[in-house]
């Protein structure tokens, strides 16, 4: 083989590395489909312990911000809490703890339930607080997003009852300092997976009625 040759063979055999593996270098994975990610989420409640970076940490969030909310309120606000012995103090006394004592990270969706607003009507009056009526449905649409893409990410994740259950929410509100206003709606451990449940068949044609009831 002459020098050109094995130039030009050096260069093609360089050329076909960087179709296959993309300008990073990284093999190139085809990303699993939204419908997958919905399909086959399922909750996570033992993690390896391992943690999950904060930049994984604010894609999960970024997702759970790109929900729908009324009106366009976003009331939501999020307490995360990555520090191992804070996570147990907070949350690790509570029923089925050991997933708090794993997790990575948790993350508290709490949603503000008033906000400073006009009433119906009264565009000149002063401002006073108002209710956000729908903070609970706005929220609980960020939290879905937040399990989709942990789970999008490898990861894993579960949604445990905050808000409206008294005992939850009380505990929670004092230890993370919530304004009066601020309740915590679901408390979501996140983490790298120690197991692998099958997700559920939950499909029922039953639950549908076409056209009429
Ligand atoms: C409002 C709500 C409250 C929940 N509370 C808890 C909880 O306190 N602890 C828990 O382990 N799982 C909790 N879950 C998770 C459910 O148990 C779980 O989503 C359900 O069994 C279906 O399983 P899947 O998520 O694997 O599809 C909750 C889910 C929702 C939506």
Redesign the pocket.
């Known amino acids: 083989m002459t020098y050109t040759m094995k130039k030009i063979a050096v260069f093609a055999a360089f050329m076909v590395a960087f179709l296959i593996t993309g300008c990073n270098g990284k093999a190139q994975e085809s990303a699993p489909s939204a419908l997958d990610v919905i399909m086959t ?5 033992s993690f390896t312990g391992d943690p999950v970076s904060k930049d994984q940490l604010e894609t999960i969030l970024k997702a759970g911000m790109a929900a729908p909310t009324a009106m366009n309120g976003q009331p939501w606000r999020f307490v995360v809490v990555t520090d191992k012995d804070r996570m147990a103090s907070v949350f690790g006394s509570g ?2 703890s050991e ?1 708090f004592n794993t997790a990575g990270a948790v993350i508290v969706v709490c949603g503000q339930t008033t906000s400073k607003g006009r009433p119906f009507g009264q565009p000149d009056g002063p401002e006073q607080e108002m209710p956000n009526m729908f903070w609970f449905e706005d929220c ?1 649409a960020a ?1 879905e997003n937040i ?1 989709l893409a942990v789970k999008a990410l490898g990861l894993g994740a ?4 905050g808000y409206p ?1 008294e005992d ?1 929410v009380a505990p929670i509100a004092a230890a993370l300092g919530l304004p009066d206003n601020v309740k915590p709606l ?2 979501i451990p996140v983490g790298v997976p120690a197991e692998d ?1 099958a ?2 068949d ?1 499909w029922n044609p039953d639950n549908i009625h076409w056209e009429q009831w």
């Open positions: 989420r399922t909750s996570i409640r029923p089925r997933m609980s939290a399990l579960v949604w445990t009852a259950a939850r679901c408390i449940p997700p559920k939950k």
